[in-house]
Antibody, heavy 123, light 107 residues
Framework: QEQLVESGGGVVQPGGSLRLSCAAS????????LHWVRQAPGKGLEWVTL????????YYADSVRGRFTISRDNPKKTVYLQMNSLRPEDTAVYYC????????????????WGQGTMVTVSS | DIQMTQSPSSLSASVGDRVTITCRAR??????LNWYQQKPGNAPKLLIY???RLQSGVPSRFSGSGSGTDFTLTITSLQPEDFATYYC?????????FGQGTKVEVK
């Protein structure tokens, strides 16, 4: 079964750091772009960052650029989100999501999501 | 960033109703528009991609239309399992963005 499983969430003080992981199973990880999307409690979805299939291209939302770093390890089928200088407004459930390659090129949509991991930034 | 605006923010409907949700982009995004359904406590689920293509396994009562700046998600006959929040999302630019969501509630 194709799935993504996030881990690494927790409670951290403002200004602190946290690293999230997202492990993939049963799909061709190395040909898929991976994204992180977050959802603050009771709020909507916010796209955070993406990394291309080979790790060469990375893009970030303005709200996290310069503080968050996405990376991937294709042999380990894992994508990471290093979060530094955390703020209370970063409190959210963080989802990783797949944008797969198809016969026609990238799907340009999230077809598989993880279950999410909660990050709470509070003193 | 490309701002996406959904309307309405919420709506009340009954089983069997036809439901329409709209999504407007601040600039043209061609057909790079996706729709997701999210139920409380769960990750979102892809319904429609590329504005009008039905994701595998999604019931045919869901459909999408539009291009450029204006898009629509239609549920032709609302079922009990369709009460949820729906989000549009653009993948035209390298910085993807979501609409604010539309909550479909029981009337």
């Amino acid at each position: 079964q194709e799935q993504l499983v996030e881990s690494g969430g927790g409670v951290v003080q403002p200004g602190g750091s946290l690293r999230l992981s997202c492990a993939a199973s049963d799909f061709t990880f190395s040909t898929s772009a991976l994204h992180w999307v977050r959802q603050a409690p009771g709020k909507g979805l916010e796209w955070v960052t993406l990394i291309s299939y080979d790790g060469n291209d990375k893009y970030y939302a303005d709200s996290v650029r310069g503080r968050f770093t996405i990376s991937r390890d294709n042999p380990k089928k894992t994508v990471y989100l290093q979060m530094n200088s955390l703020r209370p407004e970063d409190t959210a459930v963080y989802y990783c999501a797949r944008d797969p390659i198809t016969s026609y090129g990238p799907l340009d949509a999230f077809d598989i999501w993880g279950q999410g991991t909660m990050v709470t930034v509070s003193s | 960033d490309i701002q996406m605006t959904q309307s309405p923010s919420s709506l009340s409907a009954s089983v069997g109703d036809r439901v329409t949700i709209t999504c407007r982009a601040r600039q043209s995004i061609s057909s790079a528009l996706n729709w997701y359904q999210q139920k409380p406590g769960n990750a979102p689920k892809l319904l429609i991609y590329a504005a009008s293509r039905l994701q595998s396994g999604v019931p045919s009562r869901f459909s999408g239309s539009g291009s450029g700046t204006d898009f629509t998600l239609t549920i032709t006959s609302l079922q009990p399992e369709d009460f949820a929040t729906y989000y549009c999302q653009q993948s035209y630019s390298t910085l993807w963005t979501f609409g604010q969501g539309t909550k479909v509630e029981v009337k």
